[in-house]
């Protein structure tokens, strides 16, 4: 509460030890989508409740004493106690706002400036948000991406799944996550730009489309989403190979 309240209020000065906080604060600027996706990757990066801060090394390329590339936010509980971290959670550590046992988050629009086929939109992204990318969905689609309709977890590792792209990506890059998430945002970010940069221009056709045939509207954002579900799932696959090529023995 504290971390995302601070991050867009931080005008306030409010303490993370407080007891009770503001049911809700005006933020010191507007918050965009790029500004949402950035609240929900957070990890309490470079604050005193960042679970990495203490995990340093000498970095012999420098000299100096820094955090290990190899410390990452997303160690499982057994790795916590390994390393004697203890957080707000006790031996869970700290509760970040983005976590690595994420299924899928979601980012939702609601703009009622708009008719629903189009005001109406949720961005959704797998596993980590950190190390993941959100795609729109319409809520006036008829379908989605096969890889999105696949079952992920609960029928074992399959390359057909949405979710098990992005959750290899993760697991992946938080064995080096120093080194790795510069990798993966390299691919993600510019991604991510692009799709809010397209949403002006997608959703101004679409309102053309509407007029003269809803049907057709329907169909043309169907498509975007698929279109860019299964873009966004084939980078994945060739991300998480570039990754393990790339850090070959380096964890």
């Not at 009622?112 to 961005?123: N, S």
């Amino acid at each position: 509460e504290w971390r995302v309240f601070d991050l867009v209020a931080p005008s306030l000065g409010l303490h993370p030890d407080s007891e009770n906080y503001p049911f809700s604060v005006k933020p010191d600027t507007l918050i965009t989508m790029p500004k949402m996706v950035e609240l929900f990757q957070d990890w309490y990066q470079d604050t005193d409740f960042d679970i990495v801060k203490n995990i340093k090394w000498e970095n012999p390329k420098t000299g100096k004493y820094e955090i290990s590339p190899l410390a990452n936010p997303w160690m499982p509980y057994d790795m916590l106690s390994l390393f004697k971290i203890n957080g707000g959670w006790g031996w869970r550590g700290e509760r970040q706002i983005a976590r690595w046992y994420t299924m899928y988050a979601t980012i939702t629009q609601s703009r009622d400036w708009l008719p629903d086929e189009v005001g109406g939109v949720v961005w959704l992204a797998f596993d980590n948000v950190a190390s993941s990318i959100y795609v729109p969905l319409y809520c006036s689609i008829t379908d989605v991406a096969k890889p999105y309709k696949t079952p992920g977890r609960t029928k074992g590792f399959n390359r057909e799944s949405a979710w098990w792209a992005f959750n290899r990506v993760g697991t992946l890059s938080a064995q080096r996550w120093g080194d790795m998430h510069k990798d993966v945002w390299a691919v993600w970010k510019p991604m991510q730009q692009e799709l809010f940069v397209n949403q002006k221009k997608i959703e101004s056709e679409a309102l053309k489309l509407l007029k003269k045939n809803p049907k057709k509207a329907r169909q043309y954002l169907t498509d975007y989403s698929i279109d860019w579900g299964n873009k966004v799932v084939d980078r994945a696959w060739k991300l998480g190979d570039e990754l393990w090529t790339k850090y070959d023995e380096k964890w």
